[in-house]
C-alpha cells in the first residue's frame, strides 16, 4: 500500500514543478488525490464499520479487497467481520506476513514462537494462539522501543502511534490497545471476543477460545 505521508509529499512538490520541471516530469496531482482519498475513504469506512469491535486497519491488507468488504456489507457489521476473518483464514498469506514480519530485528528471536501460534491458528487451537501472541506482542514492543522499555500492556495511547502507517489513523490502534489494558479483577464466563490481555493472562476470563479473540 503506498504511503499516505509519501502521497502528500508528491503533492507538495507538485506544487512547486508545475511551474519549473516541464510537463512530461510533473507527477499527475489529479491521480495522486484520488490515490489519497482512497486510500483514507477506505479506512474510515473500514473503521466505521469493523472499528467498535476493535479491528485494525494496517499497510499488509490488500486495499482492493478491504475497499470490496467495507462497500458490500457497509450496513452489516457481522457481515462485515466474517468476510474479514476469512481473508485472515488464507494460510499462505498468513505464513508470507509472518516470514516477512521474522526479518524484523526485534522479532528474530520470536520466530519460532510465530510459526507455532500458525500452526495452532490453522489446527483451530484458538486458545493458544491468544497466549504465544500475546507474549510476542508484548516482547516486540519492549525489544524495539529501547528507551521506553516497556511492553505492550504496560504503554499509554500516545505511545503505540505508528507513524506514516494506516495503523496509527486516529480511531483505530488507540481503540483496539484500550482493550489490552482494561482490568478485570472477578471471574467473568461469557465467550470473550476482545483481546483483553489482563483478563485472559490472569485467569479471569476463561473462555476465549474463538477464531475472534
Same mark, same amino acid.
Given at each position: 500500500?503506498?504511503?499516505?505521508?509519501?502521497?502528500?509529499?508528491?503533492?507538495?512538490?507538485?506544487?512547486?514543478?508545475?511551474?519549473?520541471?516541464?510537463?512530461?516530469?510533473?507527477?499527475?496531482?489529479?491521480?495522486?488525490?484520488?490515490?489519497?482519498?482512497?486510500?483514507?475513504?477506505?479506512?474510515?469506512?473500514?473503521?466505521?464499520?469493523?472499528?467498535?469491535?476493535?479491528?485494525?486497519?494496517?499497510?499488509?491488507?490488500?486495499?482492493?479487497?478491504?475497499?470490496?468488504?467495507?462497500?458490500?456489507?457497509?450496513?452489516?457489521?457481522? =457481515?462485515?467481520?466474517?468476510?474479514?476473518?476469512?481473508? %485472515?483464514?488464507?494460510? #499462505?498469506?498468513?505464513? /508470507?506476513?509472518?516470514? @516477512?514480519? $521474522?526479518?524484523?530485528?526485534?522479532?528474530?528471536?520470536?520466530?519460532?514462537?510465530?510459526?507455532?501460534?500458525?500452526?495452532?491458528?490453522?489446527?483451530?487451537?484458538?486458545?493458544?494462539?491468544?497466549?504465544?501472541?500475546?507474549?510476542?506482542?508484548?516482547?516486540?514492543?519492549?525489544?524495539?522501543?529501547?528507551?521506553?522499555?516497556?511492553?505492550?500492556?504496560?504503554?499509554?495511547?500516545?505511545?503505540?502511534?505508528?507513524?506514516?502507517?494506516?495503523?496509527?489513523?486516529?480511531?483505530?490502534?488507540?481503540? =483496539?490497545?484500550?482493550?489490552?489494558?482494561?482490568?478485570? %479483577?472477578?471471574?467473568? #464466563?461469557?465467550?470473550? /471476543?476482545?483481546?483483553? @490481555?489482563? $483478563?485472559?493472562?490472569?485467569?479471569?476470563?476463561?473462555?476465549?477460545?474463538?477464531?475472534?479473540?
Amino acid at each position: 500500500m503506498p504511503s499516505i505521508i509519501e502521497l502528500n509529499k508528491q503533492l507538495a512538490a507538485y506544487r512547486w514543478l508545475q511551474y519549473f520541471a516541464p510537463k512530461k516530469k510533473r507527477p499527475n496531482a489529479k491521480e495522486i488525490r484520488q490515490q489519497v482519498e482512497y486510500i483514507t475513504d477506505t479506512v474510515d469506512s473500514f473503521y466505521a464499520l469493523l472499528g467498535p469491535r476493535h479491528w485494525v486497519f494496517h499497510d499488509n491488507l490488500n486495499l482492493e479487497r478491504m475497499a470490496a468488504i467495507v462497500s458490500k456489507h457497509h450496513d452489516n457489521a457481522d =457481515a462485515a467481520e466474517a468476510a474479514l476473518i476469512a481473508y %485472515y483464514q488464507d494460510e #499462505e498469506l498468513l505464513r /508470507f506476513w509472518a516470514r @516477512r514480519l $521474522g526479518n524484523r530485528k526485534a522479532m528474530k528471536s520470536r520466530r519460532h514462537l510465530i510459526e507455532h501460534a500458525l500452526d495452532d491458528y490453522f489446527s483451530g487451537r484458538y486458545y493458544a494462539v491468544v497466549h504465544v501472541l500475546l507474549s510476542v506482542m508484548d516482547g516486540y514492543v519492549n525489544d524495539t522501543d529501547t528507551q521506553l522499555r516497556k511492553g505492550l500492556h504496560a504503554r499509554k495511547n500516545e505511545d503505540v502511534d505508528a507513524w506514516d502507517s494506516v495503523v496509527g489513523h486516529h480511531p483505530g490502534l488507540t481503540h =483496539a490497545h484500550a482493550t489490552f489494558r482494561k482490568g478485570f %479483577y472477578a471471574t467473568d #464466563e461469557p465467550e470473550t /471476543f476482545e483481546l483483553y @490481555r489482563n $483478563g485472559i493472562v490472569h485467569g479471569m476470563l476463561p473462555n476465549y477460545d474463538n477464531v475472534m479473540s
